[in-house]
């Protein structure tokens, strides 16, 4: 049976009607899988599941609500880019009316349910994206997050949700809620998949561009800020959260309580102030003007309504608030790498949103409501589970958040908790964030005295390298110690060293503060690359002592020592 095949049946077998607003049909969808496969490309043959407020040539646009639909004539960017890349789009998605919500709950097409326990909610905004993901209806899914649509169904399905700094994913083609703070984001099974749909689809044309200086790894002993209390959290869910830090502290990693009221009063004024009168802008004439059989929510439909009754001054009052809590929340973060807290702080049933709609999703975006007015990046992965007794077993996630930019540190800390190898590329690098390679030899491998010079610069450690066979290694007369890499002619061997990725501001300090008698030069690696590398005056290389026998700088102070 073919992977469409499979998919299909197992949609059919479901029962999860609520899931998909549209389903297409799977000739049209397994014509194109085999396409995609026999074309190849980044994601030959991954099935793509499209939020409904997200545009798709030929489907209808609901963002579930059907007296809203049209059918656009072309893919929105973000779908537009991983279709290039060789994803096939299956359908469309359920979610929370103009995705308006957390819950998942708020849509005529029905509640979408959670993947483990039907009584209980998928959470939302990206609901359906979340949910097809989870039960393998899709290999990945495009979400949209403003107060945490790409995180909550996350952590609720055990699945990872990415959500890049604002901007850096184009927002064309989707309907808006709060067009400021809107991002596209993506849900996966598993973190390499996510990030590679992410590389794909930020690859585009984002409304921001990359930095020049930008951090592509986390430090060795990364400091991770976490909140010094947990509001909303019960027991079991707070246990879960310290089960989770105590593996970062087995890792080495420095784990820093702070205050985080900032962000939770933040957080507060994304619903209750003047900010969601932006979702009046996106939606509310049509709202306003809205009669019964358009079937808006009810409970959508008040929350957009009251984003009329502000004037443009309240607008401006809070968008400084919130400046104001950026700085006092950022000040906090200060000497941080990265901030993690719960992704949810619980998991309630159908029922209980419908007996407090507005209460219950307030609560559940304690930890992301914050995230986007703070222009913040973010990545969600699943860490566990929570007994829950009766209710059985909830699946638990925690997000690690940075400041702007800051998406391959959190990536990079992501897969240190989930146990990957951190010395893949991250998304950003893939997806054209502007990185420069560097061949180290000596002082600045890992675990060598320099090691922090480039730790300190954000660089990534990439994999060890070998020189072509004509190189030889003179140690110098310095302090630290160092090796010199001269190119010879004759008589020459392979070094060893590592390969070091950073970013061209980060190699131009680099290289700025580089003490005679070490140059950077082009040095030749044993696959007939190129790359930027040590090397050194050739008068001092010439003075140095030979250790090119030993095959690198490592090897020979081994030597050394056991002589």
């Given at each position: 049976?073919?992977?469409?095949?499979?998919?299909?049946?197992?949609?059919?077998?479901?029962g999860?009607?609520?899931?998909?607003?549209h389903?297409?049909?799977?000739a049209?969808v397994?014509?194109?899988?085999?396409?995609s496969?026999a074309?190849?490309?980044?994601?030959?043959?991954v099935?793509?599941?499209v939020?409904d407020?997200?545009?798709?040539?030929?489907l209808?646009?609901?963002?579930?609500?059907?007296g809203?639909?049209?059918?656009?004539?072309?893919?929105?960017?973000?779908?537009?880019?991983?279709?290039?890349?060789?994803?096939?789009?299956?359908?469309k998605t359920?979610?929370d009316?103009?995705?308006t919500?957390?819950v998942g709950t708020r849509?005529?097409?029905?509640?979408?349910?959670?993947s483990?326990?039907p009584?209980?909610?998928?959470?939302?905004s990206?609901?359906?994206s979340?949910?097809?993901?989870a039960?393998?209806f899709?290999?990945?899914?495009?979400g949209?997050?403003?107060?945490?649509?790409?995180?909550?169904?996350a952590?609720?399905?055990?699945?990872?949700?990415?959500?890049?700094?604002v901007?850096l994913?184009s927002?064309?083609?989707?309907v808006?809620?709060?067009?400021?703070?809107?991002c596209?984001?993506?849900?996966?099974?598993?973190?390499?998949?996510?990030e590679?749909?992410?590389?794909?689809?930020?690859?585009?044309?984002?409304d921001?561009?990359?930095?020049?200086?930008?951090?592509?790894?986390a430090p060795p002993?990364?400091r991770?800020?976490?909140?010094?209390e947990?509001p909303?959290?019960?027991?079991?869910?707070?246990?879960?959260?310290?089960?989770?830090?105590r593996?970062?502290?087995?890792?080495?990693?420095e784990?820093?309580?702070i205050?985080?009221a900032?962000?939770?009063?933040?957080a507060?004024?994304?619903?209750?102030g003047?900010?969601?009168?932006?979702?009046?802008?996106?939606?509310?004439?049509?709202?306003?003007?809205?009669?019964?059989?358009?079937?808006v929510d009810?409970t959508?439909?008040?929350?957009?309504?009251?984003?009329?009754?502000?004037?443009a001054?309240?607008?401006?009052?809070?968008?400084?608030r919130?400046?104001?809590?950026?700085?006092?929340a950022?000040?906090?973060l200060?000497?941080?790498d990265?901030?993690?807290?719960p992704?949810?702080?619980?998991?309630?049933?159908?029922?209980?949103?419908?007996a407090?709609?507005v209460?219950?999703?307030s609560?559940?975006?304690?930890y992301?409501?914050f995230c986007?007015l703070?222009?913040?990046?973010?990545?969600?992965i699943?860490a566990g589970?929570?007994?829950?007794?009766d209710?059985?077993?909830a699946?638990f996630?925690?997000?690690?958040?940075?400041?702007?930019?800051?998406?391959a540190?959190?990536?990079d800390?992501?897969?240190?908790?989930?146990?990957?190898?951190?010395a893949q590329?991250?998304?950003?690098e893939?997806?054209?964030a502007?990185?420069r390679?560097?061949a180290?030899?000596?002082?600045?491998?890992?675990?060598?005295?320099?090691?922090?010079?480039?730790?300190?610069?954000?660089?990534?450690?990439a994999?060890a390298?070998?020189?072509?066979?004509n190189?030889r290694l003179k140690?110098?007369?310095?302090?630290?110690?160092?090796?010199?890499?001269?190119?010879t002619?004759?008589?020459?061997?392979?070094?060893?060293?590592?390969?070091?990725?950073?970013?061209?501001?980060?190699?131009?300090?680099?290289?700025?503060a580089?003490?005679a008698p070490?140059?950077?030069?082009?040095?030749?690696?044993?696959?007939?690359?190129?790359?930027?590398?040590?090397?050194?005056?050739?008068?001092a290389?010439?003075r140095?002592v030979?250790i090119?026998?030993?095959?690198?700088w490592?090897?020979?102070?081994a030597?050394?020592?056991?002589?």
């Open positions: 049976m073919s992977r469409i095949a499979d998919i299909y049946r197992r949609i059919e077998g479901s999860r009607t609520e899931v998909f607003v389903l297409r049909p799977e049209e397994a014509a194109e899988w085999q396409a496969v074309a190849g490309g980044s994601l030959a043959g099935v793509l599941a939020k407020n997200v545009d798709v040539a030929g209808p646009t609901t963002a579930a609500c059907p809203y639909a049209f059918v656009p004539v072309r893919d929105a960017a973000a779908v537009a880019a991983l279709r290039a890349a060789g994803a096939v789009v299956i359908g359920n979610l009316q103009f995705a919500g957390l849509s005529p097409y029905g509640a979408v349910r959670d483990v326990r009584e209980h909610i998928s959470g939302g990206s609901s359906g979340a949910v097809a993901v039960l393998d899709a290999d990945i899914s495009i949209t997050d403003t107060a945490g649509s790409g995180r909550v169904p952590g609720l399905q055990g699945i990872v949700g990415i959500k890049a700094t901007g994913v927002t064309e083609g989707v808006p809620a709060c067009e400021s703070y809107d596209v984001t993506i849900f996966a099974r598993d973190l390499p998949t996510a590679g749909a992410m590389a794909a689809m930020a690859h585009g044309a984002p921001r561009t990359w930095p020049s200086d930008m951090a592509f790894a002993r990364a991770v800020a976490i909140p010094a947990l909303a959290l019960d027991d079991s869910w707070h246990a879960a959260f310290d089960r989770v830090v593996g970062l502290t087995a890792q080495d990693i784990v820093v309580p205050d985080i900032p962000f939770l009063a933040a507060r004024l994304l619903y209750d003047a900010l969601v009168a932006e979702r009046w802008a996106a939606v509310g004439e049509f709202i306003g003007t809205a009669d019964s059989h358009a079937q009810p959508v439909g008040a929350i957009v309504s009251g984003g009329a009754r502000f004037a001054a309240d607008l401006v009052r809070d968008r400084r919130v400046a104001e809590l950026r700085r006092e950022f000040a906090l200060r000497g941080c990265a901030l993690m807290v992704t949810a702080p619980a998991h309630p049933t159908i029922a209980e949103v419908a407090d709609p209460g219950v999703n609560r559940m975006g304690t992301t409501n986007n703070f222009d913040m990046s973010a990545v969600a699943p589970t929570v007994d829950e007794g209710r059985g077993t699946q996630g925690v997000t690690l958040l940075a400041q702007a930019f800051g998406d540190v959190v990536a800390l992501a897969r240190a908790i989930l146990g990957l190898d951190r590329a991250s998304w950003p893939r997806a054209g502007p990185a390679e560097l180290v030899f000596g002082a600045h491998l890992r675990g060598q005295p320099l090691e922090h010079e480039l730790t300190s610069r954000g660089a990534r450690w994999g390298v070998r020189t072509a066979p190189y140690a110098l007369d310095t302090t630290p110690p160092k090796p010199g890499l001269l190119r002619e004759s008589g020459g061997a392979q070094i060893v060293g590592e390969r070091w990725v950073l970013s061209p501001a980060a190699l131009g300090a680099f290289l700025a580089l003490p070490m140059m950077l030069g082009s040095v030749e690696l044993d696959d007939g690359s190129r790359l930027t590398g040590f090397g050194c005056d050739h008068a290389g010439l140095g030979d090119t026998k030993h095959g690198g490592v090897a020979a102070h030597a050394v020592a056991t002589a």
